[in-house]
């Protein structure tokens, strides 16, 4: 499996405290089955992360993580803020996609429920080259959500939920039924820390998604949307 979404980098935003840290998150994901794991520090005001320096310090963790023989591989990305989209070059959007391969952006919500501007501000983000990959979308439910998302995915942007939050709902629960309807596309840890929050685990989310989803559908979830990703390509329509 591959994590889109994974707040792994040690001391840099308000994930992972330290290199010991960092490496409890990546034993965490071996465990659960995860093979790679896209970095993704915040890009907004709040946290000076610099996303230039993203690759050099996903290389040196890959270093850390081969010398205690850990198996899971380490690609550069960002959480944009959808706040900052427009003041980021072409350039820094193409260093803080996922992968850093320059085709899709993991785009934060601004606070709140997501509304039409959220659609705008794909929209923007499409005219420049970029898809749009929502993140938790769970954090901003609020009138007209369904439809949002459902505008959002007609765009062509893809909806990525907290696999820790897919996890832990009930039969009865929205996410299920926006499941069905093909609303829930993609799952990250949004992991910060293994010492505390959610863990960098997704396989349980994916069991729970599964129960309303194809086989063909959780493989286009699990392996191929992700791994498109990860490569810039586009990426096709599920089943």
Sequence with gaps: MIDLHCHILPALDDGALDLADSLA???QAQQ????VICATPHVRADH???IEDVAERVGSLERKLDEHAIGVRIVPGGEVAE???DRLSD???HLAALGGAGGWVLLEPAPG???????RSAQRLAERGFGTVLAHPERHAGIGFRDHLAGLAEQGCLIQWTAEFVAQ????DLVIDLAREGLVQLL???AHSSRAGRPVRLAAGFEQLGTVRTPAQMEWSRYLAPRAILDGRRVLSPP
């Design 48 to 50: 000076d992360v610099r």
């Design 25 to 27: 998150m990546a034993r």
């Design 169 to 172: 709902a009930g039969p009865s």
């Design 32 to 35: 659960d089955g995860i093979s």
């Design 91 to 93: 350039a820094e959007l």
């Design 113 to 119: 429920p997501i509304g039409p501007e959220i659609e």
């Design 83 to 85: 706040t900052e989209i």
């Design 188 to 190: 990250g840890s949004d």
